[in-house]
T-cell receptor
Framework: ETGVTQTPRHLVMGMTNKKSLKCEQH?????MYWYKQSAKKPLELMFV???????ENNSVPSRFSPECPNSSHLFLHLHTLQPEDSALYLC?????????????FGEGSRLTVL | GQNIDQPTEMTATEGAIVQINCTYQ??????LFWYQQHAGEAPTFLSY????GLEEKGRFSSFLSRSKGYSYLLLKELQMKDSASYLC????????FGTGTRLTVIP
């Protein structure tokens, strides 16, 4: 199994739809992250969870709702999105305290909002 | 706030050496990372610097000067497979990324 898996890999949704992105890590890490990657922009940190507790919300609009039921799983619930939300959404995990900042990324979920 | 700058694109020849620079201004510093990202793939960790100086790992080396807010990634003996984006990232209280440098290696 790969370290961090994301599903679905591709998602197309309308602005009125509700969908969710899923991330699972098999590395025994205790921190998980959502990043947004848009063309010609830096990776944008969205949310951070440490030991299932949200420790960072980087001013993300409420139409993105994260959920972390345990240290291995992370979801991003999407509703009433805008076309500018189309991007690659990357999940990552890390081991807090062990060279913190070394992230292990999933392959990403490519989201298109019509 | 965070400000991380790196060139947008670079081109180099197979077998040559290329240096990708990164300058940063961040609130807090706990280390600088370089990641490699091939098109359509996840970023993968390349190197980590927390103290000033050069860290060498095979064909790749990374340098840090904290007083100057400067780092570079040095790639030697370039191969075609090194064509990718190289992301500079600084760890303050979380990991923040630059826009990335797209490197194209030509024969």
């Amino acid at each position: 199994e790969t370290g961090v898996t994301q599903t679905p890999r591709h998602l197309v949704m309308g602005m009125t739809n509700k969908k969710s992105l899923k991330c699972e890590q098999h590395l025994g890490h205790n921190a998980m992250y959502w990043y947004k990657q848009s063309a010609k922009k830096p990776l944008e940190l969205m949310f951070v969870y440490n030991f299932k507790e949200q420790t960072e919300n980087n001013s993300v609009p409420s139409r993105f709702s994260p959920e972390c039921p345990n240290s291995s799983h992370l979801f991003l619930h999407l509703h009433t999105l805008q076309p500018e939300d189309s991007a690659l959404y990357l999940c990552a995990s890390s081991q807090t305290g062990a060279r913190t900042g070394e992230l292990f990324f999933g392959e990403g979920s490519r989201l298109t909002v019509l | 706030g965070q400000n991380i700058d790196q060139p947008t694109e670079m081109t180099a020849t197979e077998g040559a050496i290329v240096q990708i620079n990164c300058t940063y201004q961040t609130s807090g510093f706990n280390g600088l990372f370089w990641y490699q990202q091939h098109a359509g793939e996840a970023p993968t960790f390349l190197s980590y610097n927390v103290l000033d100086g050069l860290e060498e790992k095979g064909r790749f080396s990374s340098f840090l000067s904290r007083s100057k807010g400067y780092s570079y990634l040095l790639l030697k003996e370039l191969q075609m497979k090194d064509s990718a984006s190289y992301l500079c990232a600084v760890y303050g209280n979380n990991l923040f990324f630059g826009t990335g440098t797209r490197l194209t290696v030509i024969p």
